[in-house]
């Protein structure tokens, strides 16, 4: 099973890089990568998915090693705004109960 | 304007009483989910549904009940069998083959005394 294990939190600085591994040591072939954000009594809201190497949008990058054992979301110059939890999620499809892992969260604080 | 919604925000139910949650999306999408939220805690799935009028068991079914009749709406009730039934409950919807880029709608909050 691709259980996934991500760091209970993290604070940093306004401006600076912050980076947020997620492991998947058990990640299947099928499996594709996909992070998400939420804030406070919302729904969690996509930011970017990949499958390997490097994935990049106008709000993230993700770096994924060629064994896929993890993956890191990279978010640039983060600010107030960013302050929220953000999960990975390792799925596959058809969808399933055993085909969807999501990690347990890190809660990000940004420090003016 | 597409999208997922959940009503109501808030719902408050006396203990022993059965509760519904609504979940509807246009979004014309075949796979639609149910999670339950704890506080600090990530998100379990309850239940899972690929197309109409089927559904599977998640990590924690005990106490809940869904139907499909339609492929807009995925209806969850929380039975009075649930012993801790107060949480956030999210509902999310996909395309069926991309079960990783799942729709979140902005989620009921029950609270149950």
């Known amino acids: 099973l691709a259980k996934t294990t991500q760091p209970i939190s993290m604070d940093s600085y306004e401006g600076q890089e912050v980076n947020i591994t997620c492991s998947h040591n058990?990640?299947?072939?099928?499996?594709?990568i996909t992070w998400y954000q939420q804030f406070p009594s919302q729904g969690p809201r996509f930011i970017i998915q990949?499958?390997?190497t490097k994935v990049t949008n106008e709000v993230a990058s993700l770096f994924i090693p060629a064994d896929r054992k993890s993956s890191t979301l990279s978010l640039p110059r983060v600010s107030l705004s960013d302050t929220a939890v953000y999960y990975c999620?390792?799925?596959?499809?058809?969808?399933?109960?055993?085909?969807?892992?999501f990690g347990t969260g890190t809660r990000l604080t940004v420090i003016p | 304007d597409g999208g997922i919604t959940q009503s109501p925000k808030y719902l408050f139910r006396k203990e022993g009483q059965n509760v519904t949650l609504s979940c509807e999306q246009n979004?014309?999408?075949?796979?639609m989910y149910w999670y339950r939220q704890d506080p600090g805690q990530g998100l379990r799935l309850i239940y899972y549904?690929?197309?109409?009028?089927?559904?599977q068991k998640g990590d924690i079914a005990e106490g809940y009940s869904v139907s499909r009749e339609k492929k807009e709406s995925f209806p969850l009730t929380v039975t009075s069998a649930q012993k801790n039934p107060t949480a956030f409950y999210l509902c999310?919807?996909?395309?069926?083959?991309?079960?990783?880029?799942?729709?979140f709608g902005p989620g009921t909050r029950l609270t149950v005394t």
């Open positions: 999310a919807s996909s395309i069926g083959q991309k079960p990783n880029e799942q729709y």
């Open positions: 058990n990640i299947a072939t099928n499996d594709y």
């Open positions: 990949g499958y390997k």
């Open positions: 999620l390792v799925a596959r499809a058809p969808a399933g109960a055993n085909n969807l892992f």
């Open positions: 979004l014309n999408h075949d796979a």
């Open positions: 549904s690929q197309i109409v009028n089927d559904f």
